[in-house]
């Protein structure tokens, strides 16, 4: 595998972390299973498209594109919370809405940003080398998240998340408004998916409705594999395990494509996922049944 | 030096050059495509046929590396960079978003991209002439115009023209801008019904039936991924179809003025092999297929004609090209 | 204190199944009473439990907790002025969460909750205090996970929490059934001596007549989704199971079919 190659994956892993992240919250720790990602993704890269192309500058289109995800993520709440439908179909729901929402903001299924001022081209200027630059700012907003997200688990609202997830009835008995969690949970996790849609159409040149095929996938195999290969009951250690996750997942991906040896290519990736989740699934089984015959 | 260890050095620097030659003799082309729909596959299938008859073998003097993103953006991403670390000669991009992909990516390996409706639109040039930069290619922009007459002449009294795409792709989409402009002043109405993917394309056109006097397909990788059940409509709804290019009416639309994918290849090709052989993609115009000579030409397919109760113009078979 | 007026609930009305489960059901209850609540399976005594905790939405009546109507506050928002423990040792807790976060979690039931750390040295310094009074070590634990506690000791924890904060009442729905007897004594024991040291008023809902008789001030015993018997002062004080069963066959002029609770211990 090249350099170039290497630090593409590093760079695509981190740009999808944060939906990784997003996925822990509602998956994990809300034990909400959301699928709008697959719109709020695609609609925060459409919305920031947009924005540039009128002239806004990248970092408040930017910004912007993350409220839209939360309001993405409310609409699904709302769906589950006061029409009363269940959490799987509330998620589609929102995100099939997404796709005709996404046609109508960019206009067009397509808009390109080549050669355009991004959030990148500061770094850029700077003099780090283009190849790194995404790198680079990706890194800083992914730690930045990370310990944000980390620092909020432990705050009161943040408890009671995780309590509304893990026990909603013991949530309720303490005086917890579940439906709350909720509606707070969905709205930073879209709303760090939709960031996500903007910074990754910045990196590839172009926002496109089709792009939210296959990223909660992504977003799972990474959140799966991370905590797998991590296990944890920390907080702090189970997000590094997802943004981890989603550059390791990459990180396998250019490996399987660059060995065309092997005779792997870019079709077979949805089965390279799977076997990467099931080794990641399994690792830890045997990891322990390996330590118990040590112990003996 | 001893005879023998000159002759040995001889020999060995001239088996350097001589690898070093043979080495600088092949060529390394790195091919990618969104999607593998037969239709794109044909446009890598004339790449590859024109590549041939540029005189380079496969093997030979030629490494080709293709992948395909199946659909997934991540992916794409990862595969374009994975040919910037492998330095082709040249990059070929197949549809608009692996061609903003690979030209957001890098300013120094030459890019190819084809069957780009719009490249102007798509950011992918700043001009047509000259764009300057890394990258050029080929337009499969439809004459709309000229379609639309060849419709106007076998469905002489359209009223309303139906149109079947998929509002997610940018190509389609471009088409059917186009044909909504020129529309009024042909004299006829536009109902657009859109696809959302493969499986909804039968039902698009049955919402049609009985709506139309005749249905435009742009050039569409979704709805050619179900063609033969929208011909299948349109035969039973008696209502024509026509599109954009030459295979889809093999498979059952009535006719088209328009060009062949496997074509589009090999003019794809013609450009590849000039910047192979040294020139810059930015000194080359960004080419346009219908603009190519001998590129459009007239196909019908009669049967189908005939199962749709269409009636053909017996002077309009003598001009087609090709009668399937 | 409490007063539930007319209380009435009808599970799948108008189908075959239809129960009255609760009909006509009038208490008063005062600041700081132990009441416990008997009946044989299907009396309506966890019915009653579910009502007052907001789990159930009555068809008649209303509750009042002190003189303010609540009867159609849901869950989340009557849990900040009341608490409740389980059956199920595994209910009351987030067991993948450690001692110290579930406290932490209980202490902010009754104030709304904000964005700072929940777990502060003011959070760890009473929970240190609450624990040591259970005498089962769990004070020196605060960082485990509650899943490596026994059955015991969750409720024991599960009791802390319910303490911790202010609360008018204290609702407690079979909470010692799911343990074993020793477990169970212990954790019956903290529940009468916490009750007792923070004078706080408990309903507390039990399968076993021992346990009713045995603490507590008043008993309610419940039959078909009535009150039959209420007891309270001297003459509760020298009742024996024995003579609460007679008394029982000649309101109801039928016995006790419920072996279980005449049974346990």
Not at chain 3, 193 to 200: D, P, R, Y
């Amino acid at each position: 595998m090249s350099l170039y190659a290497f630090t593409g994956a590093i760079e695509t892993g981190l740009a999808f972390a944060l939906v990784a992240l997003g996925a822990y919250l509602t998956f994990k720790v809300l034990d909400f299973p959301d699928l709008t990602v697959e719109g709020s993704f695609p609609l925060g890269a459409s919305v920031a498209a947009k924005l540039m192309v009128s002239g806004v500058d990248p970092w408040t289109a930017t910004l912007i594109a993350t409220f839209a995800g939360c309001l993405a993520g409310f609409a699904t709440a709302f769906l589950n919370l006061k029409l009363r439908i269940l959490h799987i179909l509330a998620g589609i729901l929102t995100a099939i809405a997404l796709y005709s929402v996404n046609l109508r903001i960019m206009d067009r299924p397509n808009i390109g940003l080549i050669n355009m001022t991004t959030v990148y081209t500061p770094i850029e200027r700077l003099g780090v080398p283009s190849l790194y630059a995404p790198v680079v700012l990706l890194a800083i907003i992914v730690v930045i998240a990370k310990i944000l997200i980390d620092l909020f688990l432990g705050t009161g609202v943040g408890l009671a998340m995780r309590a509304a997830g893990a026990n909603p009835r013991m949530a309720q008995a303490n005086g917890i408004r579940v439906g709350r969690m909720i509606v707070i949970g969905l709205g930073i996790a879209n709303g760090l998916t939709a960031m996500s849609g903007a910074l990754f159409a910045q990196m590839l040149g172009a926002a496109d409705v089709s792009m939210g095929i296959g990223v909660i996938v992504v977003a799972l195999a990474a959140v799966i594999g991370g905590t797998a290969l991590m296990p944890s009951r920390l907080v702090p250690m189970l997000t590094l395990a997802c943004v981890l996750g989603s550059i390791l997942y990459r990180i396998a991906l250019a490996l399987a494509l660059s060995t065309g040896a092997i005779g792997l290519t870019a079709s077979d990736v949805n089965v390279v996922t799977a076997v990467l989740v099931a080794i990641a699934l399994w690792l830890p089984v045997r990891r322990s049944a390996f330590v118990k015959r040590l112990g003996r | 030096m001893s005879k023998t260890s000159s002759l040995l050095t001889g020999a060995a620097f001239g088996l350097t050059l001589a690898v070093a030659a043979h080495a600088a003799d092949v060529k390394n082309i790195a091919i990618i495509t969104m999607n593998d729909t037969p239709q794109l596959l044909e446009v890598k299938e004339g790449l590859m046929a024109g590549l041939a008859a540029h005189g380079y073998a496969e093997g030979k003097n030629l490494n080709v590396n293709f992948k395909s993103a199946q659909g997934n953006f991540g992916t794409a991403q990862q595969i374009v960079r994975q040919f910037i670390g492998e330095n082709p000669d040249v990059i070929v991009t197949i549809t608009t978003p692996t061609s903003q992909a690979a030209i957001a990516a890098t300013k120094d390996i030459p890019i190819i991209f084809t069957t780009v409706t719009d490249p102007l639109k798509s950011k992918l040039v700043t001009q047509e002439k000259h764009p300057g930069g890394n990258a050029s290619g080929i337009s499969d922009l439809v004459p709309t115009e000229l379609q639309l007459n060849i419709v106007k002449e076998i469905v002489p009294n359209l009223k309303t023209l139906g149109l079947v795409y998929d509002p997610s792709l940018d190509n389609a989409r471009s088409t059917v801008e186009s044909i909504k402009a020129i529309a009024p002043k042909m004299g006829f109405a536009i109902v657009e019904s859109p696809a959302m993917g493969i499986n909804n394309v039968p039902s698009a056109g049955q919402a049609l039936v009985g709506k139309v006097d005749a249905i435009f397909v742009p050039n569409d990788t979704t709805v050619y991924g179900a063609f033969e059940s929208l011909v299948k409509v349109a035969q039973d709804g008696k209502v024509p179809i026509f599109t954009a290019e030459r295979r889809s009416v093999q498979r059952g639309a009535v006719a088209t003025v328009g060009f062949d994918f496997k074509d589009m290849g090999k003019r794809t090709a013609d450009m590849v092999d000039k910047v192979l052989k040294g020139t810059k993609p930015g000194d080359m115009d960004i080419q346009y297929m219908k603009d190519l000579p001998n590129s459009l030409a007239l196909y019908i397919n009669k049967d189908s004609a005939e199962k749709m109760g269409v009636k053909l113009p017996p002077d309009l078979l003598k001009r087609a090209a090709q009668v399937f | 204190m409490i007063r539930v007026e007319n209380l009435g609930i009808v599970f799948n009305q108008g189908t075959a199944l239809e129960n009255r489960a609760l009909h006509n059901v009038n208490i008063a209850i005062a600041a700081g009473e132990f009441i416990s609540v008997i009946g044989s399976n299907g009396a309506g005594k966890s019915t009653l439990l579910n009502l007052l905790a907001g789990e159930l939405q009555p068809g008649t009546g209303r509750i009042l907790i002190d003189d303010t109507d609540v009867t159609s506050w849901p869950v989340s928002r009557r849990s900040t002025i009341l608490s409740r423990m389980f059956q199920d040792p595994r209910a009351g807790i987030c067991e993948d969460m450690s001692i110290i976060e579930n406290i932490a979690i209980a202490s902010a039931r009754t104030a709304p909750r904000g964005f700072r750390f929940a777990i502060t040295s003011e959070v760890r310094r009473r929970a240190i205090d609450r624990l040591a009074i259970l005498k089962l070590g769990l004070e020196g634990r605060l960082q485990d996970r509650v899943a490596l506690l026994s059955g015991g000791q969750r409720q024991a924890l599960a009791l802390v929490m319910a303490t911790l904060g202010p609360t008018k009442v204290l609702l407690l729905d079979e909470h010692t059934a799911a343990l074993d007897p020793a477990a169970a004594e212990l954790v019956m024991k903290l529940t009468d001596s916490v009750v007792k040291k923070f004078g706080i008023t408990t309903v507390m809902v039990t399968h076993s007549m021992r346990q009713a008789l045995e603490f507590g001030s008043r008993t309610i015993m419940l039959h078909q989704g009535q009150i039959i018997l209420d007891i309270i002062g001297k003459e509760r004080a020298s009742m024996t199971i024995e003579e609460l069963v007679r008394l029982f066959r000649r309101k109801e002029g039928t016995e006790i079919a419920d072996d279980q609770l005449l049974l346990t211990q």
